[in-house]
């Protein structure tokens, strides 16, 4: 009874281990797939912004001016 009680916790003890294991390294993936999205963005952004020529972008057909913006030169 005792080696069977015994069995059973390495089994335990085991499993725990291994779904650990895996938590840690679906969070690590996880955090890589998030940082890459990241980096995406913000270069798509640079890209874009270059390609209108700089960071003020003049209202077009494309990308109209904010007409919630309350300022005389939006």
Same mark, same amino acid.
């Given at each position: 009874? %005792?080696?069977?009680? #015994?069995? *059973? =916790? /390495? $089994?335990?003890?085991?499993?725990? $281990?291994? +779904?650990? +294991?895996? @938590?840690?390294?679906? =969070? /690590? %993936?996880? $955090?890589? %797939? @998030?940082?890459? @999205? =990241?980096?995406? !963005?913000?270069?798509?952004? !640079?890209? *874009?912004? @270059? ?5 003020? %972008? #003049?209202?077009?057909?494309? =990308?109209?001016?904010? !007409?919630?913006?309350?300022?005389? /030169?939006?």
């Amino acid at each position: 009874m %005792v080696l069977l009680l #015994f069995f *059973w =916790t /390495l $089994a335990v003890v085991g499993s725990l $281990a291994f +779904n650990i +294991n895996s @938590a840690y390294q679906e =969070t /690590l %993936v996880n $955090a890589g %797939v @998030a940082a890459e @999205a =990241t980096v995406n !963005r913000d270069i798509n952004f !640079r890209n *874009w912004a @270059a390609g209108k020529g700089g960071i003020y %972008v #003049f209202p077009t057909k494309e =990308t109209p001016s904010n !007409r919630y913006l309350v300022h005389p /030169l939006k």
